[in-house]
């Protein structure tokens, strides 16, 4: 009887909750263990001087891939460099094991996680491990098990020790059913991946963590991200980054998608000062948990044309990858993010010509470092 009251209660609870700023109400704990392993992080990040205080205390997971490691810099930047911890499955590279802290964490280890957030009093949690579009198709089972079961673990702990939580989701948390031209924040989400599905999941479960246990979750869509210095994991709009390396090497490239497939895009450098803007934004200031952001949004052919404006004899052919296509041909075309434009002020700084001139600057000075040596 005494359980059964209280789940009426915690069910009242639930159903009265006003929706925003809410105390936790239940805090979903998991049978505490003692782990034997030892958290192999660079024990100068233990002690931080009084000017770092006050700064929160940042976890980065899947931190190798595209965005983690730009993110780091950006973020040790603000905070200072022992206040930003970069985890992965895998080996750093030399010049990220040396540029901060960096840890091994496998966010489908409960205990290995929370090990790491007690031991170095996380207060922001940034989760970026997940399988993308073209890879999950490839591995389902793989990517059910990290975008969907690691997400649970994450959500619990981030709940369990009162953790900022961010989480990004993805234009590809849309499917054929959306309203792809704009496609608002609040639509039809029908997406036809498991890498979609498991998006949706991550947004929904986020705010019901929000309203029902007060966490503080914060997710933003982030459309196809173009970077110079990192190599995309895997996703349908790799080949936007792809083609500014081949324009350099080669001057050819083989598109895999049909030049006409038109999908919302951004530079890294806006995406991560989103990532940040959003976590810095106060509470109140959020009308709502998930917000589409978005710069701009090209086919390939218009990609190549301003391409060919610096590079006039750049040669491309297309050879359809028919996943991919099927995947870009569910997914927006264009993104309406008034929303975040509104509450949080947000707005991007590069458009398709900066782009274009930026990536190609950068990787033009790469070419000519690495011919000088
Ligand atoms: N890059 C984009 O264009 C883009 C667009 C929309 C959303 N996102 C989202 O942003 C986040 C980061 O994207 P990214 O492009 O850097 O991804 P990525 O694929 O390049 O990197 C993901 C990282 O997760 C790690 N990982 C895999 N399994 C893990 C596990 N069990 N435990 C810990 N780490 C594990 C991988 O080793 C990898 O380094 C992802 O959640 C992605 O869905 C990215």
Redesign the pocket.
Known sequence: MPVLKTLTKVAKQVLQSPGCGCRPSVIPVRCLGVSPRQVASDASFHSISFSETDHPRVLI????????VGLAKLLRKRFGKNNVIL????KPPNNVFHSGPFIY????DFKNLREIVVNNRITWLI??????SA?GEANVRLAR??NIT?LHNILDIAAEHGLRLF??????AFGPTSPRDPTPDLCVQRPRTI?GVS?VHAELMGEYYHYRHGLDFRCL?????ISSD??????T?DYAVQIFHDAIKTGKFECNLKPDTRLPMMYIDDCLRATLEILETPADALSMRTYNINAMSFSPEELVQEIRKHVPEFQVTYNVDMVKQAIADSWPMNFEDSNARNDWGWKQEYDLPELVTTMLSFLSADSRLAHAY
Do not use: F
């Not at 869509?221 to 991200?225: D, E, H, N, V």
């Open positions: 997971t899947g931190g190798l891939g595209q965005l983690g985890s992965d499955i895998r964490s496998d966010i489908l989760h970026y491990s997940a399988l993308l890879v098990a990290v690691g989480v990004p989701s993805t234009i590809g890498y998006k869509r982030y459309p196809g991200i990192s190599q995309p994991g895997g996703g709009t």
